[in-house]
């Protein structure tokens, strides 16, 4: 039979990533031939596997090494014992896995498995298995069931027996066995198949599409933590917007993040976008572009929840306008209330609320009319926040009137012009009274308590009005306040 010019490039293709896998691992010889050697003599197999395998195919391997063996967790921990830097037990060995590291990577060797499931939670009965196969069939995606068997002698023999290449050649995520068995025994792989989309680029397989729409509510099994997880890896992801749109039409956005999909049922008030569903992907798509290095999780996050206090506070106008008044201010408070439902972090939850609070003040800087007081208290807000909100504000210009984007992009140059001038001339990162507390209580002859607190609140608008003041002149100010206060 003679081959087509696509299938010999397919075949070259696979031959040069395979080879480009065996050098990358072969860079790995001083952790893989002891590893192998170890095993072999004492009777045992041993394999790379999953996401390692994957990434040293697609060329992102990492410092996480995963691997799959016969032996018990307690042979392994004896044959490790001695060689590794380091051993450590994360809870893993009621699991089959255990931890450790060597030479700078993170290894984890876990016992075959063939696990049972209640389908209630996704919790496994585990079941030590006998035999690689049917421990590559269990896993979540076939591009994360190929395998590299470690020999003794520091061989590496690629094992794919679920066409987990094929899949990775193709560009998508199909599971090893029917999705719908696959995803009621782990609900959380919906979530990662999103998850996979977003940060791989690849597609999902149609079966496994409908599976996941038509099981969409299982993920409600999974908690809150988990979820959290998964979402914080897609939104970093290379792809976020496509794993998104994963979530949105298959309806698992709706059981765990519904106020993105809601924002689709409302118009941008510019009509310059489908809705504000499509306007926040921009604007986060834009904020991505605008990062200096690693994926920014708390800008990404407020860019992409920026304006979901729209629908609620969404009005028609007279004449056929639309508004949102005070989105930014509901928007802030869904913020809060969806990522503590989602455990995150306080200070994150904060960071990205006050984020999504400020993102629309600088609409209110028109053509320069903001004082020096003004200026001052955008930094003081924003205060460690700035360098984030100056790039979430300027992400927010999705206009395609190229005259109006040029116009808000020179604005808010004058307006970043004006903080380092200001900034030149005092110390904007300590806007805060000209005395503390305890001077304030001795000048003014006051015990502890709230009206200490009034008299520090007033001094700090006070600095934030005038700037820089000398002691004498907030004594003297001070003295006048506390004068009219009576």
């Known amino acids: 039979m003679v081959s087509t010019e696509s299938e010999d490039a397919e075949l070259d293709r696979r031959t040069r990533l395979l080879a480009a896998a065996a050098v990358t691992l072969g860079r790995l010889s001083d952790v893989l031939e002891p590893l192998g050697e170890m095993f072999a003599a004492r009777g045992h197999e041993l394999y790379l596997v999953g996401g390692s395998v994957r990434d040293a195919v697609l060329g992102r391997l990492g410092t996480d090494l995963d691997f799959t063996t016969d032996a018990r967790p307690e042979q392994v921990q004896e044959m490790l014992r001695g060689w590794a830097d380091h051993l450590w037990d994360t809870g893993g060995l009621a699991f089959g896995t255990v931890s450790g590291s060597k030479g700078g990577q993170q290894l984890e060797i876990t016992t075959f498995r063939s696990d049972n499931y209640d389908r209630v939670s996704r919790n496994p009965e585990v079941t030590f ?28 023999d690629f094992v794919d027996p679920l066409g987990g290449m094929d899949a990775l050649l193709a560009g998508v995520l199909d599971t090893p066995a029917a999705p719908e068995d696959s995803f009621n025994d782990d609900p959380l792989r919906m979530l990662r198949a999103a998850r996979f989309v977003a940060q791989l680029g690849f597609e999902l397989q149609p079966r496994v599409h409908t599976a996941i729409t038509a099981m969409a509510e299982q993920i409600d099994r ?3 933590e988990r979820v959290r997880v998964e979402l914080d890896k897609l939104i970093g992801g290379l792809h976020p917007i496509d794993g998104i749109n994963i979530m949105c039409e298959t309806g698992l956005a709706q059981r765990v993040l ?11 008030e510019h009509h310059q ?7 926040s992907l921009t604007v986060l798509q834009q904020a991505i572009d605008l990062e200096d290095g690693d994926p920014d999780l708390v800008l990404r996050w407020a860019a992409l929840l920026h304006d979901i206090g729209k629908p609620d506070t969404k009005r028609n106008e007279p004449g056929g306008g639309v508004s949102f008044h005070h989105h930014e201010v509901v928007g802030a408070k869904m913020v809060r209330k969806r990522m503590r439902a989602l455990k995150y972090p306080k200070q994150f939850t904060e960071d990205v609320a006050r984020l999504v609070f400020l993102h629309l003040r600088f609409h209110g800087y028109g ?15 924003a205060d460690d926040l700035l360098p984030r909100l100056h790039k979430l504000v300027r992400a927010d210009c999705t206009t395609r009137n190229k005259r109006r984007a040029a116009a808000l992009r020179s604005t808010y140059d004058e307006l970043e012009s004006r903080i ?12 805060r009274p000209d005395l503390d507390g305890n001077a304030i209580m001795e000048l003014l002859g006051l015990p502890p308590g709230p009206e200490v607190g009034k008299a520090w609140r007033f001094l700090k608008e006070l600095r934030l009005d005038r700037g820089p003041m000398t002691r004498d ?4 100010a001070l003295k006048d306040w506390w004068k009219a206060q009576g």
């Open 258 to 268: 519904p106020e993105v999909p809601a924002m689709k049922l409302e118009i941008d």
């Open 367 to 381: 053509k320069g009319q903001w004082t020096d007081s003004a200026v001052r208290r955008y930094v003081t807000d």
């Open 129 to 156: 298995g006998d035999n690689l196969d049917d421990d590559l069939v269990r896993r979540d995606f076939t591009v994360n069931a190929m395998a590299v068997r470690i020999g003794a002698d520091g061989s590496l």
């Open 273 to 279: 976008h489908k809705d504000v569903y499509w306007h």
């Open 420 to 431: 380092a001038k200001l900034r030149e001339q005092e110390d904007l990162a300590k806007v």
């Open 473 to 476: 002149e907030a004594e003297a």
């Open 222 to 224: 999974i908690t809150a």
